[in-house]
């Protein structure tokens, strides 16, 4: 029997390459959206819509509680139409906000629901300088300036805030940068690339094996391992929507 899952970020390249794949495994599958005209697509794929913005926390809180979610998948960016470089200066804040308050207020409404796993979208290019390949026990780049100390700043909230809530297993992927349908990219681009359908595939391994903690997940490179996800989850760079994983 499947488990109620809610998808926050269900409309975004993650989240609509993870959605076939939870709905296929059977679970009953909640997509968070804070735009109501995306509604009527959401449920047309066998989801139920959740029209919510993640900076209203009492609202989340109410959605959460009411769906009450076993399992909180966090897919949420806010990032610009192919990265466009005239908007990135602006969108790294918003992006930054949305992994620190927005986070915040995700976990907080997953603990009053109930929920007992969260699984967090993260970046594998946050690391410092130092011996490559980096693993995830390697340090963030905290000593970064500008527009990147923005980032990081960000990223070590989400995280910190996911594996820190006491009552839930926070997992954290660490994704290489994206490619495929639905993102910037159609080829890997980028020191650590990996294909959305391999960093949806993820996020449903470690729903099944995770016991919590971080993982990267990428492409084979010089600058990023990824042989945690490969040990403990089962993950591999290959996966598509189209294959099956034998738990």
């Known amino acids: ?20 794949l939870l709905v296929e495994a059977g679970h009953a599958v909640y997509g968070g959206t804070r735009r109501a005209d995306r509604a009527a697509a959401l449920e047309a794929r066998g989801v139920t819509p959740v029209v919510v913005d993640v900076f209203d926390a009492q609202a989340l809180r109410d959605a959460l509680v009411r769906i009450a979610p076993t399992v909180v998948i966090h897919q949420l960016t806010d990032l610009p139409q192919d990265l466009n470089p005239a908007l990135m200066a602006e969108a790294v804040v918003r992006n930054a906000r949305v992994r620190i308050e927005g986070t915040r207020h995700l976990v907080a409404a997953a603990l009053a629901a109930g929920a007992t796993q ?103 490179s010089p600058e990023v391992s990824s042989e945690k996800a490969k040990r403990e989850l089962g993950w591999h760079a290959a996966l598509r929507l189209s294959q099956e994983v034998v738990s």
Do not use: C
């Open 1 to 20: 029997m499947g488990e109620k899952v809610f998808v926050a970020g269900a409309t975004g390249a993650v989240g609509t390459a993870l959605i076939p």
């Open 118 to 220: 969260m699984i967090a979208q993260s970046i594998a290019w946050a690391y410092a300088p130092g011996r490559a390949p980096h693993t995830e026990g390697d340090p963030l780049d905290l000593g970064a300036e500008g527009g990147r100390r923005i980032s990081i700043d960000g990223v070590v909230a989400l995280e910190r805030s996911v594996r820190g809530a006491a009552g839930l297993t926070g997992t954290v992927l660490r994704y290489g940068q994206l490619y495929g349908p639905g993102t910037s990219n159609a080829a890997p681009k980028g020191a650590s690339p990996v294909h959305v359908e391999a960093a949806a595939w993820a996020a449903v391994l470690a729903m099944r094996h995770a016991r919590g903690g971080v993982f990267n997940i990428a492409e084979g």
